[in-house]
């Protein structure tokens, strides 16, 4: 690994554990595990081979909609689907489940590796933002969206 990479591997592990330490979202030791539970219910279902919560209506709750005879929660497989990455694994292993914000701040890594390795260090060298403001400007536009999205 090249000191360049090196240098933007730490930093943006440094940057996706800041974010989850000065947002809240980790507020203490040990705090790694969300209070809400749509997203953990589908990632149990999907480990059981179902996309459906459950069967039966008097399993409904907030954010939950009954169609074709299943309970299914609304807001996408997306979390899910990278959940699943962790908590397979986790249960292999003899666990009960993987902590939601650890895999937060694996997704957040990752966002910020590609994010600046694309726009900051391209062809091998630093990336001159005087001579390339496209990739100023791109890096401004995905720190606006993703800080108009922690304020909805």
Known sequence: M??????IFYF?????IS??????LISTWGEW???SVPYRRQTEAML???IALSTSPYDMDRDLVWSGGRVQQVW?????CWRLLFEAPARVLGQPAFPDRIALVFAMFLLTYAILRTFLFTDGRWADWRKEPDHFFAVCVATIKILQRRQL
């Open 2 to 7: 090249t000191f360049q990479r090196f240098l």
């Open 12 to 16: 943006s592990a440094f940057t996706a």
């Open 19 to 24: 974010v989850c330490i000065g947002t809240g």
């Open 33 to 35: 595990y969300s209070p």
């Open 48 to 50: 059981n081979g179902h």
């Open 76 to 80: 996408g497989l997306g979390v899910p």
